[in-house]
C-alpha cells in the first residue's frame, strides 16, 4: 500500500510540474435534439500555445409527458487555438440514451418500461475562453454533433487551470 501512495505521490509530482497547461471545467449547456439543459465536465491539457486535447462528460434529462429521456454522452475533441483564446475543435462523442415509458399518470397505473440505445458521432463547433483572475477562467462553446440525428450543443461555464 506504501509503494503505490508513493507511486501516486511522485506521478502527480512530475505531472504538477510538466503539466504547465492542465485544467478542469464544470459547465451548464443547451441541447437542441432533447430540448434540456445539461451539466458537464471537462478535463483539457494544452500541448502548447496552439494546440490541446479535451475530454468531456455531459449529463441530460427531459421529460415530455409520460416519457424521460436521460442523455449521458463522453467527447474528447482535439483543439485549436485560432486567435487568442478563441479555439475551434473537432473530435468524437459517444452518446448513450436512455428513454423511460413511465405509464399512465406518472408511473402510477400501468407498468414502466425502459429502453438505451449507444451511437458514436463526430464533434465540430468553437468556443471562446476569458480570463477573469489568474487561474480561472469563463468560456463559451458551441459545437454541432453529427450523429443519425444531429444535434447542436451550446454552454457556458468556468475553467480552472492547474
Do not use: C
Amino acid at each position: 500500500m506504501k509503494k503505490i501512495l508513493f507511486i501516486l505521490a511522485f506521478t502527480t509530482g512530475i505531472l504538477s510540474t510538466q503539466a504547465q497547461g492542465f485544467g478542469a471545467s464544470v459547465s451548464g449547456g443547451y441541447l437542441s435534439e432533447i430540448d434540456a439543459i445539461g451539466a458537464s465536465g471537462d478535463l483539457i491539457y494544452e500541448f502548447n500555445e496552439k494546440w490541446g486535447v479535451s475530454t468531456n462528460a455531459t449529463f441530460a434529462v427531459a421529460d415530455e409527458k409520460s416519457t424521460r429521456a436521460k442523455w449521458f454522452a463522453v467527447d474528447l475533441n482535439g483543439r485549436y487555438k485560432v486567435i487568442s483564446e478563441l479555439y475551434v475543435l473537432a473530435g468524437g462523442e459517444y452518446l448513450n440514451i436512455t428513454l423511460k415509458q413511465l405509464g399512465l399518470g406518472g408511473g402510477s397505473i400501468g407498468q414502466e418500461s425502459e429502453i438505451s440505445d449507444g451511437e458514436f458521432g463526430i464533434n465540430v463547433g468553437s468556443g471562446y475562453k476569458y480570463n477573469l483572475i489568474d487561474n480561472v477562467s469563463i468560456f463559451a462553446e458551441a459545437k454541432y454533433v453529427i450523429l443519425e440525428e444531429g444535434y447542436f450543443h451550446a454552454r457556458l461555464g468556468l475553467q480552472f487551470d492547474f
